[in-house]
Antibody, heavy 121, light 106 residues
Framework: QVQLVQSGAEVKKPGASVKVSCKAS????????MHWVRQAPGQGLEWMGW????????NYAQKFQGRVTMTRDTSISTAYMELSRLRSDDTAVYYC??????????????WGQGTLVTVSS | DIQMTQSPSTLSASVGDRVTITCRAS??????LAWYQQKPGKAPKLLIYKASSLESGVPSRFSGSGSGTEFTLTISSLQPDDFATYYC????????FGQGTKVEIK
């Protein structure tokens, strides 16, 4: 069965970086975009960007341009999201989520379990 | 960027009620709209894609409609398991989520 298993919770100081991993199983890793979505405590969902695991191409939301880097390691079917220059308002649960790579736009069909990143001095 | 506006923000309803949530896009997104359900501490779950297509395994009491800029999610007869927060999301141009609608027990 399809699984997206994310790395564990992180506590970081302001100004630091965090790297969250998302290990995929149960499907062809290179056949699906990996998107990243975050959710601050008590708030809504915020899209951060995606990576095409096949090509390594990325597309980031303008808000995160210059601070976010999405990468992948196809040998272990794992996607990564690194966010730098952390601020307290980056405290959130970060989700990875897959979307099929098809000709027409498609929605998320599977999500990771989420990774809580807490930014605090 | 395309903005998505959901209404209402909170909805109080009883089991068995018919519930409708509206989502409006700031510009046309054709039918590239999804609806997700989220329960506390859990990842969202896809309910509807392409505005009106029911995801496999989702109960038929959920339905979606609309195109262009106006969309609705309807729950025909609210069940105890349906009390949750619902989000619309456009995927026509990059991605944007609505702010969410919390469906609570009346």
């Amino acid at each position: 069965q399809v699984q997206l298993v994310q790395s564990g919770a992180e506590v970081k100081k302001p100004g630091a970086s965090v790297k969250v991993s998302c290990k995929a199983s149960g499907y062809t890793f290179t056949g699906y975009y990996m998107h990243w979505v975050r959710q601050a405590p008590g708030q809504g969902l915020e899209w951060m960007g995606w990576i095409n695991p096949n090509s390594g191409g990325t597309n980031y939301a303008q808000k995160f341009q210059g601070r976010v880097t999405m990468t992948r390691d196809t040998s272990i079917s794992t996607a990564y999201m690194e966010l730098s220059r952390l601020r307290s308002d980056d405290t959130a649960v970060y989700y990875c989520a897959r979307v099929p790579i098809v000709v027409v736009p498609a929605a998320i069909d599977y999500w990771g379990q989420g990774t809580l990143v807490t930014v605090s001095s | 960027d395309i903005q998505m506006t959901q209404s209402p923000s909170t909805l109080s309803a009883s089991v068995g009620d018919r519930v409708t949530i509206t989502c409006r896009a700031s510009q046309s997104i054709s039918s590239w709209l999804a609806w997700y359900q989220q329960k506390p501490g859990k990842a969202p779950k896809l309910l509807i894609y392409k505005a009106s297509s029911l995801e496999s395994g989702v109960p038929s009491r959920f339905s979606g409609s609309g195109s262009g800029t106006e969309f609705t999610l309807t729950i025909s007869s609210l069940q105890p398991d349906d009390f949750a927060t619902y989000y619309c999301q456009q995927y026509n141009s990059l991605w944007t989520f609505g702010q969410g609608t919390k469906v609570e027990i009346k």
